[in-house]
């Protein structure tokens, strides 16, 4: 009965709405010059979406005409601009903020969506400029200064981003503090701020008791490099374990755990656990074969070895498939974080054998904004 009734209730709405929508659309007839009107309707047309496909379509037509009568309508842009995005033209979406923005510069909206579509497009240093402006226009934002932390660490800008991030962390309104400590943590690590980063890894911890592979991982690399090899060890063998169901979602492949096993057990004089660590990185997919140059293998004189065992293994059908996907996750730098933001972090471990190179992030927000239809 329940059911039913939802149902029931779910289509009295669409009629609803559908009566409202051919209302507005009959006093258009007889004015058709009022822009109030044309907006009624869109917003109608918006809240019929999301039930009825195709209504989003019918707007187009609508801001058009807005537009036609009055060329200032900075909401028009703005909802246009939407629109683009719905049909996935970035540049479209770009052009019609900016004209939303160069109408009113104090308009919120287009400002921020409009930094989201510039990282989406690479252009980081634009999109931290987006999100300054966000910032200024409302302080109080706090998810602002993370977003502008995300372009930062895109420019290499790492200085910058922590002291975004810890605002974040510090006004206690962040989505994920123990994820944000976590990043600051990294960064550090990749200024080799290490006892800096360990510091921010037990904060992560404690603020979220979940087990966190990514955390783990970035623990045994840390201490690894400044060569507390018994503790790493310890880390980098419980990142390298399937998680339980009380785990954070994992981010990073069961490979980097092994791989960096591999290096420690050459520190620690075990060449063949090394070995043997490698091979385990080769069949959980390790891909990153710009790492097989690192200095500690120049140390042990094992870069041909390893190199000829990445050669000859043979991977499964499934493994090759799932290293296709990894190979992709190092190439493009993307993976996905636990706030729905797309972080890239790039070969972002290599820092822990190669001090001299930094950590290349890149970061995307795939944030939806669509159906917004408020000033």
Known sequence: MLCAGLLMSGCNHKKHLESQIAEISD?????STNVDLFFQRIDLYGKLALTKPGMIEREIPDVERILQIDPRSKRAYFIKG??????DNNTGAIAAFSRAIAIDSSYYNPVSIRAICYSDAGKFDSAADDWSRAIALKPGEIINY??????????GQYERAIADLRKGIASGDTIDASSDCLLVGELSAAMNKNQE??????????????????????????????????????????????????AKPRYISFAMPHYYLSLLYLEMGDRKKALEQFDLALSNGFCDFDLL????????KLVAEFRRRASVFVPSKEMREKRTILKNIVERGYALSQDEHIL????QLEIAVEPT???EYQTLCGVCFRQIRKE
């Open 293 to 300: 140059a690192n200095v500690t293998l120049k140390k042990h």
């Open 197 to 246: 980063a360990l510091i921010l890894f037990d904060k992560s911890a404690q603020l979220d008791r979940r087990i966190n592979p990514q955390l783990l991982f970035m623990e045994g690399v840390v201490l690894f490099r400044i060569k507390n090899f018994q503790q790493s060890q310890s880390f980098l063998e419980k990142a390298a374990v399937i998680p339980d169901s009380s």
């Open 357 to 359: 190179k930094q950590a």
């Open 146 to 155: 993370e977003l502008r932390a995300n372009s930062f660490i895109a420019l």
């Open 27 to 31: 006093r258009i007839k007889e004015d």
């Open 82 to 87: 939407l629109l683009a995005l719905d049909k």
């Open 344 to 347: 890239a972090w790039g070969r």
